[in-house]
Antibody
């Protein structure tokens, strides 16, 4: 079955760019009409949708983060990537990638904790 | 785009029923039936429990049900069990290809 695995540095310095990758295994990210999302969760808080992308590169962003976020897809590697620029301590969170269809996230990665600190 | 409002906590005894509310606006919950609910145990990724307002994915217990009235969506858990103790999150389409999650509710059994 399809599985998602996030990867990236666990520590990022303030003002730098956070870069994460989500690798899809057990299936192709270009099949099934799914969107692929990044969602984050601040410590002890609720979930926050960050962005989603279709395999053809069609992207949509959370308006509150749009100026700092870039989501991209590499179908040859079956990977989705996230870049978040000019990070601050407020970007410290667990970042999840998830598969989405009709506003239902049915498969999630295990999540990766990112801490912004000098 | 503000987070949907959920109660911080809801509690119930085993066997009882509880309902978690998820209040938005006519720009999100009130306008679309594209509402989903997630269960999250500590240290784990969320799990899809309800989609399109009231549909259950395969494998999810029929003790979980979803509904909507106006700008408020609801998740009801009947026959409460110890394993239902977790955080629950709602999510709604908010128009213009954007999504919004709720503030999250901690359920204590």
């Amino acid at each position: 079955q399809v599985q998602l695995q996030e990867s990236g540095p666990g520590l990022v310095k303030p003002s730098q760019t956070l870069s994460l990758t989500c690798t899809v295994s057990g299936g192709s990210l270009s099949g099934g009409g799914y969107y692929w999302s990044w969602i984050r969760q601040h410590p002890g808080k609720g979930l926050e949708w960050v962005a989603y992308i279709y395999y053809n590169g069609n992207t949509h962003y959370n308006p509150s983060l749009k100026s700092r976020v870039t989501i991209s897809v590499d179908t040859s590697k079956n990977q989705i990537s996230l870049q978040l620029s000019s990070v601050t301590a407020a970007d410290t969170a667990v970042y999840y990638c998830a598969r989405e269809l009709q506003i239902a996230f049915d498969i999630w990665g295990q999540g990766t904790m990112v801490t912004v600190s000098s | 785009q503000s987070a949907l409002t959920q109660p911080a906590s809801v509690s119930g005894s085993p066997g009882q029923s509880i309902t978690i509310s998820c209040t938005g606006t006519r720009s999100d919950v009130g306008s679309y039936n594209l509402i989903s609910w997630y269960q999250q145990h500590p240290g784990k990724a969320p799990k899809l429990m309800i989609y399109e307002g009231s549909k259950r994915p395969s494998g999810v217990s029929n003790r979980f049900s979803g509904s909507k009235s106006g700008n408020t969506a609801s998740l009801t858990i009947s026959g409460l069990q110890a394993e239902d103790e977790a955080d629950y999150h709602c999510c709604s389409y908010a128009g213009s290809n954007t999504l919004v999650f709720g503030t999250g509710t901690k359920v204590t059994v």
